[in-house]
């Protein structure tokens, strides 16, 4: 098995258990961690799709991970807003 290979192993599994813990909804630590993993998974596709020279697949995950970066500030690193119970 390759580097490439194991790559997107990785990727393809750590991405498949991030999805199962975002849809959970346990929680903002759990939701939160599982974007992290997802964040994980992301770097995992670019550095696959660039040794494999894949274009659309690391142009793709780039994206991801700008938005999977975003849930992890907001569901781990933010802090609520206070909520108005007027």
Do not use: H
Not at 4 to 27: P, T, Y
Not at 42 to 60: C, K, N, V
């Amino acid at each position: 098995m390759t580097f490439v290979d194991i790559c997107k192993w990785f990727a393809s599994i750590s991405g498949i258990i991030a999805c199962l813990m975002v849809s959970l909804d346990n929680g903002r630590r759990v939701t939160g961690w599982g974007f992290a993993l997802f964040v994980a998974s992301s770097i995992a596709w670019i550095t696959g799709a660039l040794l494999s020279s894949d274009e659309p697949l690391w142009t793709q995950n780039m994206v991801l991970f700008c938005i999977n970066c975003f849930g992890v500030y907001r569901y781990l690193i933010r802090k609520r807003p206070p909520r108005d119970d007027d």
